[in-house]
């Protein structure tokens, strides 16, 4: 092992990243399970919240920045959604390939469906956790992420 050693905050959020990689985990699988009905997966369905929570159309990469994963997996998965006729390419006035995405009305419908089966889910899985504690959970999650696109920021800034 090293001899250096984890500060009392690094050994806090070591666990809560753990935790939050568990989670994450947790949340898929019931994710899966809550819209398999539907035809959808998360994978499908986060980008599809991700199109539709988004305040104006945009492209595959920024919502892939925005979700914090590769470019290419959302790509695959608006490319089959556009096939099924959920989602539809528009042209993108500041870039000539990078096309908008948005919903199609059946994609509309699809998505409203997933979240009329979220809502009794997720206020069931609330029940006797306290806005405060969610709000400072929120708050701790947001400073990581924000820390950790920083540090891929000046990565990407230092690299060839």
């Known amino acids: 092992m090293t001899k250096d050693q984890w500060t009392e905050a690094g050994e806090a959020v070591t666990a809560l990243i753990l935790d939050v990689f568990r989670l994450n985990g947790r949340l898929q699988l019931a994710g899966d399970r809550l819209v398999a009905e539907l035809g959808l997966t998360s994978a499908r369905w986060q980008i599809l919240g991700a199109i539709a929570y988004a305040a ?4 595959v990469a920024w919502h892939a920045r925005t979700m ?10 608006v490319n089959e959604l556009e096939k099924e006729g959920v989602l539809e390419f ?5 870039h000539k390939r990078a096309h908008l995405v948005v919903l199609t ?3 509309r419908k699809l998505f409203e469906a997933a979240i009329a089966l979220q809502i ?6 609330s029940k006797g956790l306290s806005p405060d504690n969610i709000a400072t959970a929120q708050a701790v999650i947001g400073v990581l992420k924000s820390r950790l ?11 060839p």
Request: glycine fraction near 10%; proline fraction near 10%; charged fraction near 20%.
């Open 90 to 94: 528009q042209p993108n006035p500041h």
């Open 149 to 159: 696109q920083d540090a891929s920021n000046a990565q990407d800034e230092g690299a």
């Open 105 to 107: 009305a059946k994609g």
């Open 120 to 125: 009794p889910w997720v206020n069931d899985l």
């Open 56 to 59: 104006q159309p945009e492209s």
């Open 68 to 77: 914090g994963v590769h470019r290419q997996g959302v790509q695959r998965i």
